[in-house]
């Protein structure tokens, strides 16, 4: 548990398969200015990967990716962790992030707007992809994996953090109870799924998982935080209008309590680590 960090926190949760990239990049770039505030979930995890990146051997890495970078707050810490004459590139597919991170971060990086499935790098041309939190927002994570093994050099690193199956079941459960066979949580990857994606798009690449669990003073401050992320429910399903006030407070009053007061929320938390293998054979097609 995280009980010992701020209630002021928000987290992220997964898409639903037929939520457009127009969608998600317009949602994060509105965000945009509020996403930091609200992000205790996403700092956790992306300093998970950073404990995981100590493995890598910085030492060696001079050409190097933050995919889904939002605001930019990792690639800041990417820059600032590794040699000087490392270059750092952060890419979103919202633009609206990119130009809040072009506007905060150090000019020494390079941004790009640019879709995970088709990256606008060269064969073999990255030591290491680093990305916190944006592979679940993709309806396949196949061709984003595909997409980083191509673009890795031999002896590459991969380091990736996601949500799994089971996030935000306490809210769940709530929503079943207030509104009965409505959808209101993203759709989040099973454990089993992801590992098989993992085994055809990345080989030898290890899913580690972590349940986080961080309290809230209620729902609404929940709910609300998400909205503060652009993370709120976007999947196929979704009322054309709001939900009533009525269905809210039901939900608002069924949500289980914790013992010392205010609510919890549970985060499946997964972690790809993978390195390309290497003796990789580039070929015109990509890694082999």
């Keep these: 548990m995280l009980d010992q ?9 997964t898409p639903a ?10 949602d994060f770039g509105e965000a945009s200015a509020s996403y930091d505030s609200a992000a205790r979930l996403q700092r956790h995890m992306g300093h998970q990967l950073l404990v995981r990146l ?33 270059g750092v590139t952060g890419v979103d597919l919202s633009p609206g992030m990119i130009d809040h991170a072009r506007g905060q971060r150090s000019p020494a990086i390079r941004w790009l707007v640019a879709d995970a499935c088709q990256l606008p790098f060269a064969d073999a041309s990255l030591d290491l992809v680093f990305s916190n939190l944006m592979i679940q927002w993709c309806p396949d994570p196949i061709p984003v ?12 690193h991969l380091l990736c953090s996601t949500l799994l199956d089971g996030t935000l079941r306490e809210l769940a459960l709530a929503w079943e109870v207030a ?53 709120s429910f976007k999947g196929q399903g979704r009322r054309p ?44 097609s990509g890694a082999r």
């Design 179 to 231: 509104d009965p066979g409505q959808p209101h949580i993203n759709r989040f990857e099973p454990e089993l799924v992801l590992k098989e994606a993992l085994r055809r798009a990345f080989p030898g690449a290890l899913l580690q998982r972590e349940t986080v669990v961080l309290e809230y003073p209620g729902p609404a401050a929940l709910l609300a935080e998400l909205k503060a992320l652009g993370a």
């Design 54 to 86: 100590a493995d890598a051997t910085p030492g060696d890495l001079t050409d190097i990716v933050d995919l889904g970078c939002g605001t930019g707050y990792f690639t800041a810490q990417l820059q600032g962790l590794l040699p000087t004459d490392t």
């Design 145 to 156: 994996l595909e997409e980083c093994l191509r673009v890795l050099r031999p002896g590459g």
């Design 241 to 284: 209008t709001m939900t009533a006030p009525g269905r809210i407070r039901r939900m608002c009053e069924v949500y289980p309590r914790a013992a010392r007061g205010g609510i919890e929320a549970s985060y499946a938390a997964g972690y790809i680590i993978g390195r390309k293998p290497a003796n990789s054979i580039q070929t015109d």
């Design 5 to 13: 960090w701020p209630h002021t926190s928000a987290a992220a949760t």
């Design 17 to 26: 398969t037929h939520t457009t990239s127009a969608t998600i990049a317009r």
